[in-house]
């Protein structure tokens, strides 16, 4: 019997702290555990008895590299709870706010945190030295995504300008025009991205996953839609309970998800492209076509190019929403506190992130719900360990812990939200 | 060490967000001329390459929560050269920190199935209560020009030059009017070190409170004024309990408003 210990020491060029334990036995893979250190912090716990306006600020510091999207589920589940719906012109500014989060967490994934990798570099600081045109093009293209969340949010990390019921503030008419001139500059970047990103040596893998994500009936999907799956599965966001269910393992702080009648699913940029494919503009499908992708992308390597699709799409998307834009009658819809449930789920940029509350009379959190979606993938990137460890026994034990570790990087985890520190051990028993 | 030597500079993170580090990252013009002038020997976040220490600075994100954090913290500090913390989190325990007022195991019962499985410390607490910090730099988020200030500052050998007013001040040089004041708002502004740019305000809401508590600040008579203008006791401990909620100054008020203290001054 041989034994392997490699120890890989922090995971890097993710958002948290995780471990990675694959154990061997002649050729086949006997086990896998994503192990998950992040401590703990209790958000769902302290949010009770905290007032419904306090909600959006609090859940924003989940996490600092999406804290759109838990402002955004948080406060149309709070909207649910108190039957207001926002519509119209308000509708059309939240959506602009998440292109511009999209846009910063995608390429801040694609070019600083997953591209290094197929390039054989540790970090885009190395890349840019022989590829700095690359990186100087993602840094005005993340640039411009921060830029749209300055002017509609407030700032860029943990915006202050949401708020239950719309905004506080609308932004005027000259801030969007500035940011239309700095998207159109963009533009054209975004979609050499999607094809240069197209020529990157992916290593195979290809799963037959369950993909998860919403689905709207004419607009590829931000925070509202119907839950659908490749599998028949077709629900209203307030079901969600009925069909998926979090499992507390020990080797994780972050609780897992599954389907409640078993198995693991997919959520994130290749759910979202599978499922709404058809709903993207011709311009995006057309690049993703000359990238090499069709409707469906089965490689989770190849995610980065669909994260390029999608900033494209974010970028269409906002400047489309700018030149539609008219001002309305008042930042936002008065919402009157009254006691009820709701329920909330928006594409965070790396997959569905729904939220429950259940709120009293005087609109203060009785019971809080969070269900991020790394915390979904958990179940689903042990997976793909097993299969590409398995399917790729020549590595050795340098190639194949980077790819290990790439391949956990493909789901851009981000484990504050759910998890940092990876540690491969790989035991071989002959 | 020769004089050519770029310096080494180093990111960790403990209990946060990762918001903190990711400015250095939205750093988008100036973040190939940071690391041309200095060596990025270990930021996980960033890169898969560790280089050992010591380090010239390091900037450390995050609050303590568990037994393995604070001992980890304390080989940090014998690495570095300089110590600097990022963000309300490693400067007051972050919002992590409303733990701190209550029992923890009913909080790890209220989240988890099965509660043995979490190792977990009773508060959540500041780096400063565990190692001497050379500064604080304020904020949830930490502002990315003060950042860039911070680093520079300790290139150069100097005291960062950050703001040591309040909000209302802020408020004041932009010419907003005051919210308190005009509609009424209840604002942190008074009692709220300046580093934002006085956003909430400007944004038609009253201050939370992101970059903590200055220094000698009256809570007291903010809280009276609070409840002068209908803020319930309930809320009046809330606005106390944000992201510092563990700074020493925000704490005391808030347990003083939960005992019922100091509103007949209103």
């Known amino acids: 019997m041989r034994n392997k210990t490699i120890k890989v020491g922090y995971l890097a060029r993710v958002e948290g702290e995780g471990g990675l334990y694959i154990r061997t036995k002649g050729g086949k893979v006997a086990d896998v555990k994503l192990n998950i250190f992040e401590p703990p912090r209790f958000f769902e716990a302290f949010l009770r008895g905290r007032f419904m306006h306090e909600v959006p600020d609090i859940t924003a510091r989940i996490c600092g590299i999406c804290p759109v999207a838990y402002q955004m589920s948080s406060v149309h589940a709070l909207e649910d709870a108190l039957g207001v719906k926002v519509t119209g012109q308000l509708r059309e500014l939240r959506r602009l706010l998440y292109c511009g989060e999209w846009i910063e967490s995608h390429v801040l994934h694609a070019f600083f945190l997953h591209a290094p990798d197929f390039l054989g570099y540790p970090d885009a600081i190395q890349l840019s030295k022989d590829h700095p045109k690359i990186v100087e093009s993602a840094l005005r293209m993340k640039k411009a995504g921060n830029e749209i969340v300055r002017v509609v949010g407030g700032r860029e990390i943990h915006p202050i300008n949401v708020r239950v019921g719309g905004f506080y503030r609308l932004p005027k008419r000259a801030e969007l025009a500035g940011l239309r001139e700095t998207l159109l500059a963009v533009r054209d970047e975004a979609r050499a991205a999607v094809l240069f990103t197209g020529t990157l040596p992916f290593p195979e893998l290809e799963i037959d996953y369950h993909f998860v994500a919403l689905r709207h009936e004419s607009e590829y999907p931000f925070c509202e839609g119907r839950l659908v799956s490749n599998r028949g599965l077709d629900i209203p966001i307030r079901e969600y309970n009925d069909h998926f269910v979090e499992i507390h393992v020990e080797h994780s702080n972050a609780l897992h998800s599954e389907m409640r009648d078993g198995g693991a699913y997919f959520v994130g940029p290749l759910a979202r492209y599978h499922l ?130 790439q391949a956990v990087r493909n789901y851009d985890p981000c484990i504050s939200c759910a998890t940092h520190f990876l540690r491969l051990h790989r035991e071989e028993e002959s | 060490m020769s004089k050519t030597r770029k310096p080494k500079l180093a990111v960790w993170k403990f209990a946060s967000c990762d918001g903190c580090q990711l400015s250095l990252l939205d750093c988008e013009d100036e973040l190939l001329t940071v690391a041309s002038i200095l ?68 909080f790890i019962s209220a989240v988890y199935a099965s509660p043995e499985f979490i190792s977990t410390l009773a508060k959540s607490t500041p780096i400063s209560d565990h190692v001497h910090v050379d500064f604080e730099l304020r904020g949830c988020p930490i502002d990315k020009k003060q950042l860039l200030e911070v680093v520079q500052a300790f290139l150069q050998g100097r005291k960062p030059r950050t703001p040591a007013h309040s909000v209302c001040v802020e408020c004041k040089l932009r010419g907003t009017v005051c919210v308190m004041v005009s509609k009424g708002m209840p604002c942190l502004g008074p009692v709220t070190y300046a580093g934002c740019g006085a956003l909430c305000p400007s944004y038609h809401r009253g201050c939370f409170g992101c970059f903590g508590p200055k220094e000698t600040v009256n809570t007291a008579s903010l809280a009276a004024w609070l409840a002068s203008h209908g803020v319930s006791r309930i809320d009046r401990v809330d606005a106390f309990r944000g992201f510092s909620a563990w700074s020493d100054a925000f704490r005391k008020e808030s347990e003083a408003q939960e005992r019922g203290e100091g509103v007949e001054h209103a």
């Open chain 2, 39 to 106: 060596e990025i020997a270990n930021f996980a976040e960033a890169t898969r390459t560790v280089l050992k220490g010591p380090y010239d600075l390091s900037l450390v994100e995050g609050s303590i929560t568990t037994p393995h954090d604070a001992e980890r913290i304390h080989q940090i500090r014998r690495m570095s050269k300089h110590l600097v913390t990022i963000g309300a989190c490693a400067n007051a325990g972050g919002i992590q920190a409303l733990r701190n007022f209550r029992d923890v195991n009913e």
């Open chain 1, 276 to 405: 709404n494919h058809e709903l993207l503009p011709a311009s995006c499908r057309e690049a993703a076509a000359a990238a090499g992708l069709g409707p469906t992308c089965r490689n989770p390597f190849r995610s980065i190019t669909v994260r390029c699709v999608e900033t494209l799409y974010a970028i269409e998307e906002a400047i489309r929403i700018i030149d539609q834009y008219q001002a309305p009658d008042a930042p936002f819809v008065e919402a009157s506190p009254c006691a009820g449930i709701g329920h909330g789920c928006s594409e965070a940029p790396r997959g569905i992130l729904y939220h429950r509350y259940a709120i009293d009379e005087d609109g203060r959190v009785r019971e809080a719900k969070i269900v991020p979606p790394t915390s979904q993938n958990q179940k689903t990137i042990e997976e793909d360990l097993r299969a590409f460890v398995e399917k790729h026994p020549h590595l050795n034990d340098e190639q194949l812990t980077w790819q290990c570790e």
